[in-house]
C-alpha cells in the first residue's frame, strides 16, 4: 500500500529499498501526507551523479559519492511565477563534514539562501488580512500549510536577511522575496525551534526579525514548536 500512497514522492524508487523507506518515515514523521508531498512537488531526487552536480555543483562530500550512500529528499523552490529556482535536500541518513559536524542538507553552490514561498503562500502577498508564519525548515511551513495556515520558512534562522551571494550584496535588510509581502497590519507568527530559549543567537535572531516586520507595521506574535519536525 505504501508504494501506491507515496507513488510521486517515491519517484521510481523502490519502496523495499532501506534508505527509502527511511525517507517515508521521515516525512510521516513530521506529519506530512502524501497527498501534500505531492502537491509541494516534494519527492526523492531521482537523478545520477551528474545530474546532482548539475543543480548543486557538486556531487560528493569528503571524497563520499552522495548518492551511493543517501537518498536525498527534494525541496523545489519557487519563485512569485510558480517557476521552480534551485532545489534544497535534506540527506538520509546525514553525513559528515571534514570537522566531524553533521550535514543533514545540501544547497547548491554559490545560490543565495532565499526564503521557501510557496505558489499559494505568494498569492497572499497583498492581503494583510491573511495571517504568515514564519518558521525553520521546509518541513514546518508544509505542515503549517497543511493544516490550513500560509507559511513562509527559513534555511537557517539568519536567512530572512540578504547577505552573502545575495543580489543586494551585504545588505541586511530583508530578501527582496519577502520585502515583495505588504506587511502592514497583517499578523505574522514566528514559530522558531525550541532551542530560542536556551541560544541566545537563535534569540537574537528572532528578535531582529521581528523589529524588522514591526518597523514595517506587522503585528508579530511569537509562538514555538512543542515537538521537533
Given at each position: 500500500m505504501i508504494d501506491k500512497q507515496y507513488a510521486y514522492f517515491l519517484n521510481g524508487h523502490s519502496p523495499d529499498d532501506g534508505l527509502v523507506k527511511l525517507c517515508i518515515e521521515d516525512v510521516a514523521k513530521s506529519g506530512l501526507s502524501p497527498e501534500t508531498l505531492e502537491k509541494t512537488e516534494v519527492r526523492i531526487f531521482s537523478g545520477n551523479k551528474d545530474s546532482l552536480?548539475?543543480?548543486?555543483?557538486?556531487?560528493?562530500?569528503?571524497?563520499?559519492?552522495?548518492?551511493?550512500?543517501?537518498?536525498?529528499?527534494?525541496?523545489?523552490?519557487?519563485?512569485?511565477?510558480?517557476e521552480t529556482i534551485p532545489y534544497r535536500y535534506k540527506l538520509i541518513?546525514?553525513?559528515?563534514?571534514?570537522?566531524?559536524?553533521?550535514?543533514?542538507?545540501?544547497?547548491?553552490?554559490?545560490?543565495?539562501?532565499?526564503?521557501?514561498?510557496?505558489?499559494?503562500?505568494?498569492?497572499?502577498?497583498?492581503?494583510?488580512?491573511?495571517?504568515?508564519?514564519?518558521?525553520?525548515?521546509?518541513?514546518?511551513?508544509?505542515?503549517?500549510?497543511?493544516?490550513?495556515?500560509h507559511a513562509i520558512a527559513l534555511s537557517g534562522v539568519w536567512n530572512f536577511r540578504a547577505g552573502k551571494n545575495s543580489d543586494l550584496g551585504g545588505d541586511k535588510n530583508l530578501w527582496h522575496e519577502m520585502q515583495s509581502f505588504e506587511w502592514r497590519g497583517r499578523t505574522v507568527y514566528l514559530a522558531f525551534d525550541m532551542d530560542l530559549w536556551i541560544n541566545p543567537k537563535v534569540r537574537q535572531a528572532l528578535y531582529e526579525l521581528a523589529f524588522k516586520l514591526f518597523e514595517k507595521g506587522a503585528i508579530v506574535k511569537v509562538v514555538t514548536w512543542k515537538d521537533a519536525i
Open positions: 552536480k548539475d543543480r548543486l555543483g557538486f556531487a560528493s562530500i569528503n571524497s563520499q559519492d552522495i548518492l551511493q550512500h543517501c537518498r536525498l529528499i527534494e525541496f523545489p523552490y519557487f519563485n512569485e511565477r510558480s541518513p546525514s553525513l559528515t563534514d571534514k570537522d566531524g559536524g553533521e550535514i543533514k542538507y545540501l544547497h547548491p553552490i554559490g545560490k543565495p539562501a532565499v526564503p521557501y514561498i510557496l505558489p499559494e503562500v505568494w498569492q497572499i502577498k497583498e492581503k494583510t488580512n491573511k495571517p504568515i508564519w514564519i518558521t525553520e525548515g521546509e518541513k514546518k511551513s508544509l505542515t503549517l500549510i497543511q493544516h490550513g495556515r
